[in-house]
């Protein structure tokens, strides 16, 4: 099945949800912090499937990252002086 399908099913079964809490709301009553909560899931429920059947409908095209240009040049030793060799210890020291 195709991601339009699916949804569509989705859809459909979560019309049908509704439609069972409100029957069982009219049953149980709608005071109660239980009912209402269930009220409120299935409308997030609905409202989910609906975000998610707008965000597959607009293709997604994948950015190319920005390229970045590395001269050939070396760089300029200059910005090495106060670094230490990576373990290797500082310049004109001894290992201990």
Known sequence: MS????LTSVQRCLEDLARSVGRLEQQVG???????R???DTNH????VAL????S???????R???VTIPDTPYDDS???DTDDEGLGARDRHAP
């Open 3 to 6: 991601v339009h399908d699916e």
């Open 30 to 36: 709608s005071g109660g912090l239980e009912m209402r």
């Open 38 to 40: 269930v009220r409120v």
């Open 45 to 48: 429920l609905r409202e989910s």
């Open 52 to 55: 998610l059947r707008e965000a």
């Open 57 to 63: 409908s607009t293709p997604v095209t994948p950015k």
């Open 65 to 67: 990252p920005d390229l």
């Open 79 to 81: 910005l090495w002086i």
